[in-house]
Structures are given as structure tokens and as C-alpha cells.
């Protein structure tokens, strides 16, 4: 068997800004194949599993099955895997001197758990205090998407989101919460279809100030 790759020689470049607990894991050679050519092979090997499930792949509901879940895979499922697609976070001079809490809220979430492969189903709520520069809203949403579109965990998702977002705005004063609905609690195990699970990263002052806290939640509905 051929030697893989050590996941720790080197760090990703889509995650190399992060510290190595909050990576993503992937191998060093992740992006070595083009986008074409990992869709021709997950087609293949998806053909296979529904084979061994005892599918007719020669009816015609099923035959262009393997290509269309191989394009989603890579070009939206995932895409959050290549950093080619991670946002650029461009900064404004804050003219306005608006130094209060800016919240964006019931960001969608649609992630992947990376357990079991199936969707995680959310909302994210984003906070910050600007300072000099103030921040595109789109981008806010934007960078839920690209860490969302990957295989996950909650939990390192919405400390991803924080990071990121502490690097881009230049500050630790950054709020994100996560509530979301997991299929592979839903659907499989307990099959439990009322619970949710939510995850929170309280950055700088949100951290330290109570107030600011209650006042977040507060403004999402918490």
C-alpha cells in the first residue's frame, strides 16, 4: 500500500492563517487534482457504492446520478475546501464613526457533518465592534458560507467563522453563534427531529462584558 501523505507535514493553504487545531483536516496534496478531474473521480467511485446498493443504473432516473452528486460534492458541498473560494474581506474607512455593535443575523448555514456526510442546517449570527474600518455586510456572509461549505463539526466551524473574522476586521471584538439542525441526529441513532445544537465564540470585549453579551442575544432573539 502506498504511503499517504502526512496531514501534518504542512499545513493546507486554505487554512494555513489558522492555528492547527481550528483546521480543517486535509492532506498536504489536497488540491494536487484539478476540479474535473476530482468530479470524474467521484463519479466513478459513487457509481460504484449505488452498484452495491442494488441499484439499476441504466433507468433513467439513476444513470446521471453519480455525476450530478460528484459536481455538487465539489462545485457546492465542499467548495469551501479550496481556497481559491475563500472570500476577500475588503475594509472601509468607518466615515460614519459608528462604533456601536453591528450585528448581522440568520446568516444560512448548510454545512456537511463530517461524520457521518450528511447536512448540518442553520442559522448564523455574526457581531463586531468596528473601529477605523468598517466591513462589506455581504462579506460577513460570505465567510459563514465558504467555512460552512466543507465537511464539519459545529464546533470548529464557529471557531473558524470567529477567526477569521477576528484576522479580516483587524480585532478580537467579534461575536458568533450557531444554531443548527443535524441530519445525523434526525435521521439515524436516536432520531431525534426536535432537538438543535448551539455553539458560541464571545470574542474581546463580548468575552469580557455581560452587558455586551446580553445585549447580542437579545438583538437575534436569544
Given amino acids: 500500500m ?17 492555528t492547527p487545531s481550528l483546521r480543517t483536516p486535509l492532506r498536504s ?13 467521484i463519479e466513478q467511485h459513487f457509481r460504484h457504492i449505488m452498484d452495491l446498493l442494488g441499484l439499476d443504473l441504466t433507468d433513467d432516473s439513476l444513470k446521471g446520478t453519480p455525476r450530478r452528486v460528484a459536481k455538487m460534492f465539489v462545485h457546492e458541498w465542499f467548495r469551501g475546501l479550496d481556497p481559491a ?14 462604533h456601536q455593535m453591528l450585528v448581522e443575523r440568520d446568516i444560512t448555514v448548510f454545512s456537511c457533518c463530517e461524520h457521518h456526510f450528511v447536512p448540518i442546517v442553520g442559522k448564523a449570527h455574526v457581531a463586531y465592534l468596528p473601529g477605523e474600518h468598517v ?3 455581504s462579506k460577513l456572509n460570505r465567510v459563514v458560507q465558504y467555512y460552512a461549505r466543507r465537511p464539519q463539526v459545529q464546533e470548529r466551524l464557529t471557531r ?8 479580516a476586521l483587524h480585532t478580537d471584538n467579534v461575536a458568533v453563534l450557531i444554531e443548527a439542525d443535524h441530519l445525523c441526529v434526525m435521521s439515524r441513532g436516536v ?28 438583538l437575534i432573539g436569544k
Fill in 2 to 18: 502506498a504511503n499517504q501523505p502526512d496531514p501534518a507535514a504542512a499545513p493546507s493553504a486554505a487554512d494555513a492563517h489558522l
Fill in 29 to 41: 496534496d489536497a488540491f494536487a487534482l484539478s476540479e474535473e478531474d476530482k468530479i470524474n473521480g
Fill in 85 to 98: 473560494h475563500r472570500p476577500d474581506v475588503r475594509l472601509f474607512e468607518n466615515r460614519y464613526d459608528y
Fill in 135 to 137: 466591513v462589506g455586510l
Fill in 160 to 167: 473558524q467563522i470567529a477567526e477569521e473574522l477576528k484576522q
Fill in 191 to 218: 432520531n431525534d427531529t426536535s432537538s438543535a445544537t448551539i455553539t458560541a465564540d464571545y470574542g474581546g470585549v463580548f468575552g469580557q462584558d455581560e452587558h455586551l453579551r446580553r445585549e447580542f442575544l437579545r
